[in-house]
């Protein structure tokens, strides 16, 4: 198994998720999964995709710029980095962001997110 195609292809299906049916973005979460966006916390696939339904655009687009991967730990945990933009409805002007995500291997072969930190870049 490759880290980079891994990190690369769940990126893909994350952000397409997201712009296109964010409500299927929960099985991607645990109960013991925490999301950290823009500084405030929540725990558990419920809460997260409780926030992530309740951002204030029902639509949006992501440009990836940067994708980076590590292994992570003796487990086969994968730490993903990625940086891009985020245009919304109506904006002109596009947002750049940072999202982190651990990937912890499931029994079953696949990954869930154990933890996802996402912030917007100010300039």
Known sequence: M??????????EHYYSTFDTN???????????????FEGEQFLGAQNI???LLSLP???CQHFIS?????????????LVFVSGNLKLPGEEHPLK??????????????????N????????
């Open 57 to 59: 655009f029902p639509q």
């Open 2 to 11: 490759d880290p980079n195609s891994v990190a690369k292809a769940f990126v």
């Open 66 to 78: 940067t994708v980076d991967c590590q292994p992570s730990g003796p487990a086969g945990g994968m």
């Open 97 to 114: 962001f940072s999202q982190m995500f651990h990937l912890m291997p499931t029994p079953q072969g696949s990954f869930y997110v154990q």
């Open 22 to 36: 964010r409500a299927g973005l929960a099985n991607l979460y645990q109960d013991g999964s925490m999301l950290t």
């Open 116 to 123: 996802d930190i996402f912030r917007l870049n100010y300039a």
């Open 49 to 51: 995709a409780g926030k």
